[in-house]
């Protein structure tokens, strides 16, 4: 018999077992960094309207759930899905205070069974870059979405216009055995960074009128680059090898991020570049 994981299974441990609660943590500091320039900027390019119906891929702690939220209405609604129960649990939380139709639901939207043609608009930030299969993934999503209906997300571009990770990872490797990065067409942070990429598999997946707009912005990762250090270093490849180093090398790569950190330090805080794509496509 062969032994087959169901699909996104690590994904599912990585952000239930692993990172969850650590991001549930850093929720306070992670809404500024991704904030509203970046997940506002796609929730722009869906322009919603009171009364829609719309489909939220990786809603995370529900902080952009609850910005479409304000735009669709009480008449409106909001599925927001993700695989991170802990994640999951403070949207839930923070759902319920703010007195919005929202739902939110353990599942994995690449195989979940959505109502078919239910939803007006789909939408993700930061949330579909890892699926074991995209097409598949994104015909899913498609079949949700009402015929005329659209979808927007944002996703990272190219890891060497994204100086905020690629910098203080590089400085990390002095004293952290970092992963190896994943390939072009594997899951990963960077896997929607190649346009020809991105249209072929929405287009493989039903989707049309795809457009990808640029938006590049500086953000802050904190006050100072100690700050900024501690921040990051629990952030993308370095975070697992730093979490579980003992405690001579975290501080010794702390001090190398420290130390990369400090040319875009100022006064004003630790401020670097991020580059993502804006990325909406409509259902035939």
């Known amino acids: 018999m062969t032994d087959t994981k169901p699909a ?16 549930v943590e850093l929720q306070p500091r992670i809404d500024p960094m991704l904030g509203p320039l970046l997940g506002g900027k796609a929730i722009e390019a869906l ?12 809603c995370g702690n529900g902080t952009t759930t609850l910005a479409m939220a304000e735009r669709v209405g009480t008449e409106g609604e909001i599925l927001a899905v993700d695989l991170s129960r802990p994640m999951l649990n403070k949207a839930a939380e923070r759902g319920k205070a ?7 639901l353990e599942a994995d939207a690449q195989v979940y069974d959505f109502p078919n043609e239910h939803f007006d608009a789909g939408f993700s930030r930061f949330g579909v870059m890892f699926f074991d299969d995209p097409v598949a993934a994104f015909s899913n999503i498609l079949s949700a979405i009402r015929r ?9 571009a190219d890891r060497e216009d994204n100086p905020w990770i690629r910098i203080p990872a590089g400085a990390s490797k002095a004293y952290l ?29 039903g989707w049309s009128d795809i457009t990808l707009e640029r938006f590049d912005m500086e953000c802050s990762l904190g006050e100072d680059v100690v700050d900024a250090a501690r921040f990051i270093s629990q952030m993308g ?10 405690e001579e090398t975290q501080y010794n790569t702390l001090k190398v991020i420290e130390e990369s950190l400090a040319p875009y330090s100022s006064s004003k805080g630790v401020f670097m570049g991020y580059s993502t794509w804006i990325v909406a496509a409509t259902r035939p």
């Open 47 to 58: 322009e919603l309207i009171p009364g829609e119906r719309v489909l939220e891929i990786g």
């Open 98 to 104: 703010s007195g919005y139709p929202v739902k939110f």
């Open 148 to 156: 005329g209906g659209r979808v927007a997300y944002v996703c990272w």
């Open 177 to 205: 055995e970092l992963p190896p990065p994943p390939a072009d067409d594997e899951p990963g942070m960077f896997s929607m960074k190649d346009e020809e990429r991105v249209r072929s598999i929405l287009t493989s997946a």
């Open 8 to 23: 996104n299974a690590d994904q599912r441990e990585f952000w239930n077992d692993i990172k969850g609660e650590l991001w």
């Open 237 to 246: 490849p370095m975070s697992e090898p730093f979490a579980l180093s003992d």
